[in-house]
């Protein structure tokens, strides 16, 4: 009799494994094309980069493994790795605070204006989707010395415009305003981290007398803090990717003191076609950038605070 039920009950389970089993293949030929993307566009060069670095690999000819010796000979005899390093860490010590600055502001300023706010939210922000040779020229046309708009308007002070892009202590000050120009798609995050603040905490905090300068560091300013963290991240991830401004703008130059360390792994690949030197560097840098990322991330706990943490601390001292 159990043979029976057990006979009978068989045809059910395997008809709703299958049907589970069908919904999971939907959902994965769904996202297969991110995942197909992932594999051949991001973990296949990923990988294959690693590979590379332990190569001596020319673009034409043999290739030979050479183990460790690129990341060796980087570290240790390359003088240029490390004034290219230093020259990009001088720059994002420089831009990263400016650019959550002068984003926070903006989108401040965004958030409290009442008049024409859509006009000005596009107007800050599509200079962030111009392409970088259409921003270099224009920023080329801008820092010129003999017919700059930037030393024309000095002019009607009575100041004399400097050589932007020809003096090695101004060159990088140029890249750092050029490439504060794309700062909108940080604006519109913050704004938007601005829009999600409950009024009513404002409203709270002025019936108790709270002035406004302790509102924004006691409300604003730990509201916007996931925000706050994102950009800080995505900033000097930007900042050490520099090169389209710096190689167009000023070549590097001049004396070397726009050399940005995208810039030695680009000329490293592409101008002495060391493929697997330019590799060792690219994944120096991703090895910068992500203990910098591990750091922000870990000192983050200090002044960063989640929603869910609050209501699970409340939820156990409810307990």
Same mark, same amino acid.
């Given at each position: *009799?159990?043979?029976?039920?057990?006979?009978?009950?068989?045809?059910?389970?395997?008809?709703?494994?299958?049907?589970?089993?069908?919904?999971?293949?939907?959902a994965?030929?769904?996202?297969?094309p $991110?995942?197909?993307?992932?594999?051949? %566009?991001?973990?296949?060069?990923?990988?294959?980069?690693?590979? *590379?670095?332990?190569?001596?690999?020319?673009?034409?000819? =043999?290739?030979?493994?050479?183990?460790?010796?690129?990341?060796?000979?980087?570290?240790?005899?390359?003088?240029?790795?490390?004034?290219?390093?230093?020259?990009?860490?001088?720059?994002?010590?420089? @831009?990263?605070?400016?650019n959550?600055? *002068?984003?926070?502001?903006?989108?401040?300023m965004?958030?409290?204006?009442?008049? +024409?706010?859509?006009f000005?939210?596009?107007?800050?922000?599509?200079?962030?989707?111009?392409?970088?040779?259409?921003?270099?020229?224009?920023?080329? #046309?801008?820092?010129?010395?003999?017919?700059?708009?930037?030393?024309?308007?000095?002019?009607?002070?009575?100041?004399?415009?400097?050589?932007?892009?020809?003096?090695?202590?101004?060159?990088?000050v140029? !890249?750092?305003?050029?490439?504060?120009?794309?700062?909108?798609?940080?604006?519109?995050?913050?704004?938007?981290?601005?829009?999600?603040?409950?009024?009513?905490? @404002?409203?709270?905090?002025t019936?108790?007398? /709270?002035?406004?300068?302790?509102?924004?560091? %006691?409300?604003?300013?730990?509201?916007?803090?996931?925000?706050?963290?994102?950009?800080?991240?995505?900033? !000097?991830?930007?900042a050490?990717?520099?090169?389209?401004?710096?190689?167009?703008?000023?070549?590097?130059?001049?004396?070397?003191?726009?050399?940005?360390?995208?810039?030695?792994?680009?000329?490293?690949?592409?101008?002495?076609?060391?493929?697997?030197?330019?590799?060792?560097?690219? $994944?120096?840098m991703?090895?910068? /950038?992500?203990?910098?990322?591990?750091?922000?991330?870990?000192?983050? +706990?200090? #002044?960063?605070? @989640?929603?869910?943490?609050?209501?699970?601390?409340?939820? =156990?001292?409810?307990?």
């Amino acid at each position: *009799m159990d043979m029976t039920y057990a006979t009978a009950a068989e045809p059910t389970v395997v008809k709703r494994k299958r049907s589970g089993f069908a919904r999971h293949i939907a959902a994965y030929l769904f996202i297969s094309p $991110w995942i197909l993307g992932f594999l051949f %566009f991001t973990l296949g060069p990923l990988v294959f980069s690693l590979t *590379m670095s332990f190569y001596d690999w020319p673009v034409v000819g =043999e290739r030979s493994f050479v183990g460790l010796e690129n990341y060796r000979s980087m570290l240790f005899e390359d003088p240029q790795f490390w004034e290219s390093l230093w020259i990009t860490v001088k720059f994002a010590a420089i @831009y990263v605070p400016f650019n959550i600055v *002068m984003s926070f502001l903006l989108a401040l300023m965004l958030h409290h204006i009442t008049f +024409a706010s859509g006009f000005f939210r596009t107007a800050f922000y599509l200079p962030s989707v111009i392409s970088g040779v259409a921003l270099v020229t224009i920023w080329s #046309w801008i820092y010129s010395r003999e017919y700059g708009l930037l030393n024309f308007m000095l002019s009607f002070v009575g100041i004399e415009g400097p050589n932007w892009l020809g003096d090695p202590n101004l060159a990088i000050v140029a !890249i750092i305003i050029a490439s504060l120009w794309g700062l909108g798609g940080t604006m519109l995050i913050l704004l938007t981290g601005l829009k999600a603040i409950p009024k009513e905490l @404002y409203e709270a905090a002025t019936v108790s007398g /709270v002035p406004g300068w302790a509102q924004m560091l %006691f409300i604003t300013l730990p509201m916007l803090g996931p925000m706050l963290l994102f950009t800080f991240i995505t900033s !000097i991830i930007s900042a050490f990717q520099q090169l389209t401004i710096a190689l167009l703008l000023t070549k590097g130059g001049p004396l070397g003191s726009t050399y940005f360390f995208a810039m030695y792994i680009y000329d490293n690949a592409f101008k002495y076609f060391d493929m697997g030197y330019a590799a060792a560097g690219s $994944w120096v840098m991703f090895i910068i /950038v992500l203990l910098l990322s591990l750091g922000v991330m870990r000192w983050s +706990a200090a #002044w960063v605070y @989640y929603e869910g943490e609050v209501r699970q601390n409340d939820g =156990e001292h409810n307990a």
